[in-house]
């Protein structure tokens, strides 16, 4: 950015900030949005702030807390007031733009506008974080989620009627979907355990805010690295088609392996996965049917629809779910991901699904005989519905990853080797072309699980906690983050895309016990991490480094949402090198954060640990994590012409 741009934006922000001070001044609108904040029958302590939307004409459409969206009818015209009042403040000298946020005293108010939506959050100290940068990424994921269900054609429904009313498309789900990503942020570790208890898909040991902050994805571990490679094979070779576009292995929000396309380009975002994985790890239905549902991926195409077709594996033991996407929505689609499902259970060694629905029906005491898995006669219409309109552009999707998928047309990405037979030779269960099971023989014979599945198993295991505590005890700390990034195979190493970003640590847990503690870590964590970046942590700064990013979002000529959502691309992208930056307050703790060439790491450390000492017991950590990458991380992303 040219240095006469950035001092413009500098002064035009200080001016709004100024501006800022004349809106909080206003104390009689402000003291009524916090009296409409504290109407919920959320205890204080552990709601987090609350997240508004609403449209151009002022009109709510979701409020996180506070009962029903009509209530805030005259709470949303103030805060459409006060924009209106920035955006008047417009002269010959400076023009303000769109307001970014606004404190009063404890209350924080943060603002992102779209074309046609308004999102809004509002934090009082007590409830939800206190820096903008943290509120700016929940308000970017909340407007992610909206695209995620409805596609960015909601923007062009407001611009040609501003009071539609879009809870009518929203519907329950979609209101479900948001909460559930919201409180992500919020996650109260200590509840995570009666969570697991009642839902085996729910991802036992959770990071909750860590993956936001790292901009990665949690991997389940530990995994021997040829056991997750032989399985990735597995999914090439019996879902690889002309329209498959990703295929995923999950258990709750955790990620097993992933397969996708081999141009960079047309590869996952880290914030389309985390939609994903939240969207499907939540789903009460997973364990007993099968879903075939329309998606929208923000970052990768948000103008329309693909379709995701996801089945619980094994939903006694381990909650295995597959999620495999396409851009055709056809009955047929169905049909082929439906066998692809059932062929890689059988290759894991997993009895058929119908088998152990029969089983868990036997067990339940409820009488009740209806079928729960998805007939194909139930989505038949389906191919005749309103999503046949994207053929089009699904068409276009297609013929863009099909052209960048092929060997010869990766301009600059070396080819990528095959699996050798040593990788291969620990499951006799996987072969490279898998050998359909006769129908007579499944059901005579007791199926007994391959060794990924036992692996798995013993992977689930409350292990974790001691493997953590090793970590721990390495470092003398008492909570750490760990992101690792590692090139998807066949990408170039010269470029900062292809990449797949993963993280690791422990949950937080004593003598964090209260949400309110753990929010302060993590907001301690992002002020590193923006320091690690930028070089300060201060509200100028990100601003500034927010503006250099929007502009500049992807090259496609497919619909994105980067230039709306800046924060996370800014997470997303790879650190300087070597960088250290630490954090003491109030003579308790001590916060590091460290980064390199494909990592970072951000650690609590006891205050009466010096900064040197601290920053050396960190570096002997990442050490130790680098070289326990293969196990803890799927350190050999695959792409379908691997």
């Given at each position: ?237 019996t879902c690889r088609g002309d329209n498959t576009l990703f295929a995923l292995l999950v258990v709750g929000t955790r990620l ?234 066949g990408s170039s190493e010269t470029s900062t895309e292809g990449m797949l970003t993963q993280c690791f640590g422990p949950p ?44 500049h979002g992807s090259s496609n000529n497919l619909g994105d949402i980067t230039n709306d959502c800046p924060m996370q691309a ?73």
């Amino acid at each position: 950015m040219p240095a006469g741009a950035s001092k413009s934006k500098k002064s035009k922000r200080q001016a709004a900030r100024g501006r800022g001070r004349e809106l909080s001044s206003n104390s009689k609108a402000l003291s009524k949005i916090s009296d409409y904040t504290a109407e919920t029958t959320t205890p204080p302590k552990d709601r987090g702030p609350n997240v508004i939307i609403l449209s151009s004409a002022g009109k709510p459409i979701f409020v996180r807390h506070g009962g029903d969206e009509d209530n805030w009818s005259s709470a949303c015209g103030l805060l459409q007031g006060l924009r209106a009042n920035v955006l008047s403040f417009d002269d010959v000298d400076s023009s303000l733009g769109e307001i970014q946020s606004i404190r009063a005293g404890n209350t924080l108010i943060v603002f992102l506008n779209t074309k046609a939506l308004m999102l809004v959050a509002i934090s009082d100290g007590e409830n939800g974080s206190q820096s903008e940068g943290w509120l700016r990424l929940q308000l970017e994921y909340t407007y992610a989620q909206v695209i995620f269900t409805l596609t960015d054609q909601i923007q062009s429904i407001f611009e040609q009627s501003p009071s539609y009313d879009l809870r009518t498309m929203m519907g329950p789900n979609v209101d479900a979907s948001l909460r559930n990503l919201l409180d992500q942020f919020d996650h109260h570790d200590s509840d995570e355990g009666k969570q697991c208890e009642t839902d085996i898909s729910a991802s036992s040991y959770s990071q909750g805010a860590a993956t936001f902050l790292t901009a990665g994805v949690e991997c389940v571990f530990p995994l021997n690295p040829e056991l997750r490679d032989s399985t990735s094979q597995l999914l090439i070779d019996t879902c690889r088609g002309d329209n498959t576009l990703f295929a995923l292995l999950v258990v709750g929000t955790r990620l097993v392996t992933i397969v996708q396309p081999s141009n960079p380009t047309s590869q996952l975002h880290t914030s389309d996965l985390h939609l994903i994985m939240t969207f499907v790890g939540r789903q009460p239905g997973l364990l007993t049917n099968e879903l075939w549902f329309p998606v929208c991926l923000p970052r990768f195409d948000s103008s329309g629809f693909l379709y995701a077709y996801t089945s619980c594996l094994d939903p006694v033991h381990t909650g295995l779910s597959i999620v495999l996407i396409s851009g055709n929505n056809s009955t047929e689609q169905f049909k082929v991901f439906h066998s692809a499902a059932d062929e890689v259970r059988s290759n894991l060694g997993l009895p058929p699904i119908g088998s152990v629905r029969s089983s868990m029906s036997s067990k339940s005491s409820t009488g009740d005989d209806k079928e729960t898995a998805t007939n194909w006669s139930d989505i038949q219409d389906d191919s005749d519905s309103d999503y046949d309109d994207d053929n089009d552009r699904r068409d276009s999707i297609l013929s863009r990853i099909s052209a960048s998928g092929k060997r010869t047309s990766g301009q600059g990405i070396a080819p990528r080797p095959l699996l050798g037979e040593r990788q291969l030779s620990m499951t006799n269960y996987l072969t490279h072309n898998p050998r359909p099971r006769p129908k007579a023989a499944e059901q005579k014979e007791t199926t007994q699980d391959g060794p990924f599945v036992t692996a798995l198993k013993i992977a689930l295991l409350p292990q974790q906690e001691d493997i953590m505590s090793q970590y721990l005890e390495l470092a003398s700390a008492v909570h750490f983050t760990f992101r690792c990034d590692i090139y998807v195979q066949g990408s170039s190493e010269t470029s900062t895309e292809g990449m797949l970003t993963q993280c690791f640590g422990p949950p937080l847990s004593f003598p964090f016990t209260d949400i309110q503690s753990q929010r302060k870590v993590w907001d301690v964590y992002q002020r590193l991490s923006l320091r690690l970046r930028l070089g300060s942590s201060s509200v100028e700064t990100c601003y500034d480094a927010l503006d250099m990013f929007q502009g500049h979002g992807s090259s496609n000529n497919l619909g994105d949402i980067t230039n709306d959502c800046p924060m996370q691309a800014l997470l997303e992208s790879p650190p300087n090198v070597h960088g250290v930056t630490y954090l003491q307050e109030d003579n308790e703790w001590l916060y590091v954060g460290l980064n390199g060439k494909f990592f970072e790491l951000y650690a609590t450390l006891p205050a009466t640990v010096k900064p040197r000492e601290g920053t050396a017991y960190c570096a002997r950590l990442v050490r130790k994590l680098m070289g326990d990458e293969r196990i803890l991380f799927l350190s050999n992303p695959l792409t379908w012409n691997s």
